[in-house]
């Protein structure tokens, strides 16, 4: 049997274009939703991204666990419970299953698990117990921070310069100006609660985790030490999986994650979609107008690395692109196929997807297959779209 080419994926940390090789077992963890508003194309392009991925490993004959997990506690989901006036669990709870039905619409393979970060507050407590025995972490009124000057390596995942470093932690909420900590880009791993918040008990005082650190108890809880494919938007590069790698390895002492793979954000209206700004287009309002598989495809017309933006044009582009697929699928079956020809599109498929994740370079590769009038069952269904 020909060794199966390999497949190349970009990769955030080194900044190139590398070929992955995983082992029979690929673990991958994507970080998941806030569960405050309806999920966006944005976070659409990031799960369908992972779930290609995990297709076309499948298809190489590779195992695949992938976790997404649910930040239920952190300030977003605060402020809006307090907003609205509800339960913060009963807000997530709500979100969640419009979330989970959004997803299982766009064909979603089901994540591994998909774990809330409130499950894993015993496992959030002992690691941060641990980087604080690392001595990488102090106690500075009544919260505990890890401390970014005691970890040389901490910037190799993003590589961005301290001016900008400082400029992004402030727009998430990171506090550059906090007079607690030592050094600005230091960040909280425990912090007292507010009087509305949720609060758990701890050594450190009643509280509740920081923001990073659920993401790092989650993935070492549910994967091991070591994850092959760890990622998210574009926008999570720093300060999230920055600090999630730092205070991981301070532990462990081993790599955290082997590939990190970051997928580009969507705009609208010239600006990317963000709660914040409320310029979002949401998938369950689009799977009222359109069949799933179109909204799918739409979404695949992109490749997932570059920020791209969306127009009125994508859905009846993708409707009209589903149609002649499905016209030539049906022409094919009803006539003689070539041996030679009848699984080509599905080899295409295959070459594009093994070039960093080509997605529209697959799809034109299907329609010319199309026009061909030769079948792209096969080719379409790998991108888990059903003819």
């Not at 609060?199 to 990073?212: D, K, L, Q």
């Not at 697959?362 to 069952?377: I, K, N, T, W």
Request: net charge negative; aromatic share 8%.
């Amino acid at each position: 049997m020909s060794k199966q080419p390999a497949l190349r994926l970009y990769d955030t940390a080194r900044g190139e274009i590398v070929p992955f090789e995983p082992g029979p077992l690929v673990t991958l963890y994507s970080c998941g939703i806030t569960p405050y508003d309806s999920a966006h194309l944005g976070h659409a392009q990031v799960y369908l991204t992972f779930d290609i991925l995990q297709r076309r490993l499948r298809d190489l004959g590779h195992e695949t666990r992938c976790v997404r997990n649910v930040t239920d506690v952190d300030d977003d989901i605060l402020r809006k419970a307090r907003e609205l006036g509800v339960h913060y669990l009963d807000l997530a709870a709500e979100e969640i299953s419009r979330f989970d039905a959004d997803m299982s619409a766009l064909g979603l393979i089901p994540a591994w698990s998909e774990p809330r970060a409130t499950s894993a507050i015993p496992e959030i407590l002992t690691l941060i117990g641990s980087v604080l025995e690392s001595g990488v972490a102090y106690r500075s009124g009544g919260a505990v921070y890890f401390d970014v000057t005691a970890f040389p390596r901490f910037g190799e995942v993003s590589h961005l310069d301290r001016p900008r470093m400082l400029e992004l932690a402030a727009e998430h909420g990171g506090n550059p100006d906090d007079p607690n900590k030592r050094h600005p880009l230091d960040f909280v791993l425990w912090q007292p609660s507010l009087p509305d918040e949720p609060s758990w008990e701890s050594r450190w005082g009643p509280g509740r985790p920081g923001w990073h650190i659920e993401c790092s108890a989650l993935a070492l809880r549910e994967l091991g030490e070591t994850v092959d494919v760890h990622g998210g938007g574009r926008d999570l590069i720093f300060p999230h999986h920055e600090c999630e790698t730092a205070q991981s390895e301070s532990v462990t002492g081993t790599t955290f994650v082997r590939h990190w793979l970051h997928v580009g954000l969507v705009g609208l209206d010239g600006t990317k979609m963000s709660k914040s700004l409320g310029n979002l287009v949401f998938v369950g309002d689009l799977l009222k107008e359109w069949e799933p598989a179109a909204v799918r495809l739409a979404l695949l017309g992109h490749q997932y690395r570059p920020d791209w933006e969306w127009t009125d044009e994508d859905m009846p582009r993708a409707a009209r692109r589903i149609d002649r697929w499905r016209s030539a699928a049906a022409r094919s079956g009803s006539a003689a196929i070539e041996p030679d020809h009848e699984e080509e599109g599905l080899v295409l498929v295959r070459s594009f997807l093994d070039d960093d994740l080509d997605t529209p370079g697959a799809l034109r590769a299907l329609d010319a297959e199309a026009a061909a009038g030769r079948s792209v069952v096969d080719g379409a269904a790998l991108l888990g779209i059903t003819l």
